[in-house]
């Protein structure tokens, strides 16, 4: 009896043993499933970490955009001219890694506007988050659209991109950010709109002046230079005014004196029509000549226009003084779309992008719709 009650205690405990560490071993089993299928999650959520910002480069709107946005957010910025802006988003549209998308003082024109929606539908499909801060005139239709799409829309006409670029993110970006913002509001003739007007009341005006005007040369003057121009998003970015950027005032100074000698070419160059003044530019920006134009010609509307060889486009600048009544933006953006190109802007300053044999009928039907 002792052994037959020994023996049922000894397989009543290897029973208990072998269920134990069954047990045991199926839990630990359990642990390593769930383990790795929680990398697993952890390994593809976090594979998309990578911010960019694209941004406009031709200005001090768009090069501050971009310092304000890398401030806040961090990441790299992508600096494009309008011809260069959907091959920029159709490269980033591609990157696997991309998680935050900001495009920043890059309007749309007839002609782009569908092609930018399309390729922003194929960010969100890859739950990229996107945020498109402007200030030039957009079909609302297509802004309807983006929001559909739940891409952060950030729009007013009323002030300068970089303006809106802090009003958004403030709570993310440092005091200097303010006189950043107030500059590009200087250099986009935004100065006296709501926000941009407060930010210019806190500096001293002539100190916020030169500074905008120091750093807009310095960003027209090395268009052909993509490396500099990265370099003054960073600089911005550390909280660095222009004075405080090597050379600078230096080349400004050189800016200067090409521009002065530009008014006597304009003076011998420049054409005139009804309602505006016209030249072709060939040693500088159209951006840096086109005031003297309308200036010079005594007309409410100026154009000047540059041959891009590699394009086989016009670049084209338009400027219109306070009397000119029409809304030379949309106009433009009309216009040179109907002529394959594209374009469009402020009501009183615009670009576009015209084909290199329709410059005269772009010049020519401008004029016509300019009362």
């Not at 205690?9 to 290897?14: A, E, I, Y």
């Not at 338009?318 to 469009?344: E, P, Q, W």
């Amino acid at each position: 009896m002792l052994a037959a009650s020994k023996a049922k205690k000894s397989t009543k405990k290897s029973t208990t043993k072998k269920t134990k560490t069954t047990k045991k071993t199926a839990t630990k089993k359990v642990v390593k499933k769930t383990t790795k299928k929680t990398t697993a999650k952890k390994i593809t959520k976090s594979k998309r970490t990578k911010v960019i910002c694209i941004s406009h480069k031709e200005d001090a709107d768009g090069i501050s955009s971009a310092a304000l946005i890398r401030q806040a957010f961090g990441g790299d910025a992508m600096l494009v001219d309008y011809p260069g802006q959907m091959e920029a988003l159709q490269q980033v549209v591609t990157d696997e890694k991309l998680k935050s998308l900001y495009i920043c003082d890059l309007g749309l024109s007839k002609k782009t506007q569908d092609e930018f929606i399309d390729l922003m539908k194929s960010l969100r499909k890859n739950k990229v988050s996107i945020t498109y801060i402007d200030h030039h005139d957009i079909d609302p239709a297509v802004v309807k659209s983006l929001q559909k799409l739940k891409v952060k829309v950030i729009h007013d006409i009323n002030e300068c991109t970089t303006v809106q670029v802090y009003n958004a993110f403030k709570s993310k970006l440092n005091e200097h950010a303010t006189f950043v913002a107030t500059c590009a509001a200087i250099t986009d003739y935004m100065e006296d709109r709501p926000l941009g007007s407060k930010l210019l009341q806190m500096y001293d005006r002539q100190f916020a002046l030169i500074s905008a005007t120091v750093l807009t040369y310095n960003i027209v003057g090395h268009q052909k230079e993509p490396d500099y121009l990265l370099y003054l998003v960073e600089e911005l970015a550390e909280s660095k005014f222009p004075h405080d950027i090597p050379n600078t005032f230096e080349f400004a100074q050189i800016q200067v004196e090409k521009l002065s000698q530009m008014i006597a070419k304009v003076k011998a160059g420049m054409k005139t029509m009804k309602n505006l003044g016209h030249m072709e530019i060939l040693d500088s920006g159209a951006s840096g000549a086109v005031n003297f134009v309308m200036g010079l010609s005594g007309k409410d509307v100026g154009v000047a226009y540059k041959e891009r060889v590699d394009h086989g486009i016009y670049a084209v600048s338009v400027r219109g003084s306070k009397n000119c009544k029409v809304h030379l933006g949309k106009i433009v953006n009309v216009l040179a779309t109907d002529l394959g190109g594209s374009g469009g802007g402020h009501d009183k300053a615009c670009g576009a992008v015209v084909p290199k044999p329709k410059i005269k009928k772009f010049i020519t039907e401008l004029n016509k719709k300019i009362k």
